[in-house]
């Protein structure tokens, strides 16, 4: 009887075990996908590759931080485009997480495959466009590419042409071979306009790579007008301030109305707007494909 009694104990303690376990598996496949975007964000450490400090974009990202409650604890890591390319790289061929601001168009989006996160609070901004601007009284001075200049405008699709270009040659080679095999659109920005003999003109511009595609391809057509002209990258604070005080004379490199907003708005009663030279721009976080998150709300505050 002692042996049945204690089979009977034992038995029953394998079923308590048994519904243990069954309720643990029940909570671990309703917890599935939070445990899933903890660990992601342990091993991110929490942290966004960025680039370079004065970027507009760097701002936004910083807004997103603060404005979503799913990242408290998560940091901005800023670095360069350069090196948040290098850490994307890396990433990508060890089939690691990792989460970087980016923007279109951008060369990276034909090499890589990525997706740009769903942003519901749109703290990085809609889509922008580049816009045109212009020194007071260059009409005056420079009719001729004032009239250039105001017709300027092209598509996503041929900015990234030349950002591929430029990943094997420099960006005035790769302009100078885009504006040979698009003399349709080119003759469209200099229909009639007449030539000049080696006046100066200052393309003043942002050092990333869409913005140097855009100046260089200025600057070629400018040149087969006869003009002599120098293109200046500098932070974008720097850029509108040159072009307010007359010390630069065009940029094709702001972002607007979001990336640079504040800096028009500071600088707008001084600077001539020509409007739009390229539309459809984005800015975002920034993963690749097979990283299964959509959206920054899918990932998770620091423990």
Not at 134 to 141: I, Q, S
Not at 157 to 177: C, G, M, R, T, Y
Not at 227 to 256: E, R
Request: charged share 25%.
């Amino acid at each position: 009887m002692k042996y049945f009694k204690n089979i009977r104990i034992i038995t029953a303690f394998s079923f308590i075990l048994l519904l243990a376990a069954c309720g643990s598996s029940d909570g671990d496949a309703k917890n599935g996908q939070s445990t899933e975007e903890n660990n992601l964000g342990e091993a991110l450490d929490y942290t966004i590759t960025g680039i370079e400090p004065g970027a507009g974009l760097t701002g936004l990202a910083k807004n997103a931080l603060e404005e979503y409650d799913n990242l408290e604890g998560w940091t901005l890591l800023e670095s360069s485009t350069v090196g948040m390319i290098a850490a994307l790289d890396d990433a990508i061929k060890n089939e690691e997480p990792i989460i970087v601001t980016g923007w279109v168009p951008h060369w990276k989006f034909t090499k890589y495959d990525l997706k740009i996160l769903e942003d519901p609070k749109g703290t990085l901004g809609e889509t922008e466009q580049y816009q045109t601007l212009v020194r007071k009284d260059l009409e005056e001075d420079m009719p001729e590419a004032y009239q250039i200049l105001d017709r300027f405008y092209w598509e996503v699709n041929e900015v990234e042409s030349i950002l591929i270009a430029a990943q094997d040659v420099s960006f005035e080679e790769a302009a100078k071979s885009w504006t040979e095999q698009n003399t349709e659109k080119v003759n469209e920005w200099t229909e009639g306009v007449g030539q000049v003999e080696g006046e100066q003109i200052e393309i003043v511009s942002t050092p990333w790579d869409t913005e140097r595609a855009s100046a260089n391809v200025l600057k070629v057509v400018l040149e087969q007008q006869g003009y002599s002209v120098t293109i200046t990258p500098v932070d974008p604070a720097i850029m509108f301030q040159a072009i307010a005080t007359g010390n630069g004379d065009v940029s094709v490199a702001a972002a607007l109305p979001i990336t640079h907003g504040p800096f028009y708005e500071k600088y707008k009663e001084d600077i001539v707007d020509l409007g739009a030279n390229l539309e459809g721009i984005k800015n975002g976080f920034v993963v690749p494909s097979y990283m299964e998150i959509d959206s920054i709300e899918d990932l998770m505050p620091k423990k």
